[in-house]
């Protein structure tokens, strides 16, 4: 039995600044039958193409990349307060180097085919649109580029249609 419901787009009345950039999400996708998840902080919602999206941006070297570009979808998950030590620890490993979601203790599901985490109060299910690497001429405001990329790794950004939402039953 399953401990979600599915939510339209348009009833979701979360803050997104709150919920990315202060709450934090898992940005999670499957690569050869492994899945890999990071902590973001950085990305949106809104309406392009006629279509409900969400929109992330990852840096070169972060190993989930390389899972979000081998794959066509990826979730978003977002989680209650107590979770916060775990995406702060997802979010300084790299599961090069070890199981990180192993050690997380977070239980891994799919959905379609789509890892994202049992323990998440809401999944958003994205099918990838649009991708592009952030060029340096095309950042106006050079403080940013200086601030951001003093090291060049510019971030990549993807686009994706929101195909699902699901949110944690109340008990």
Known sequence: ???????????LQKNPFQLIGEDWMLVTAQKDGKANTMTASWGGVGILWGKNIAFIVLRPQRYTKTFVDHSQ???LSFFDDKYK????YLGSVSGREEDKIAKSNLTLIHENNIPYFEEAKMSIFCKKLYVQEFQPECILDKEI???????????TMYVGEITKILIKKEK
Do not use: G, T, V
């Not at 030590?85 to 702060?88: D, V």
């Not at 580029?145 to 971030?155: G, L, N, R, T, V």
């Open 145 to 155: 580029a200086e601030k951001w990329y003093p090291d060049k790794d510019y971030h």
């Open 85 to 88: 030590k775990i995406l702060s």
């Open 1 to 11: 039995m399953s401990h979600f419901i599915e939510l339209d787009p348009k009833q």
């Open 73 to 75: 979808k990826f979730s």
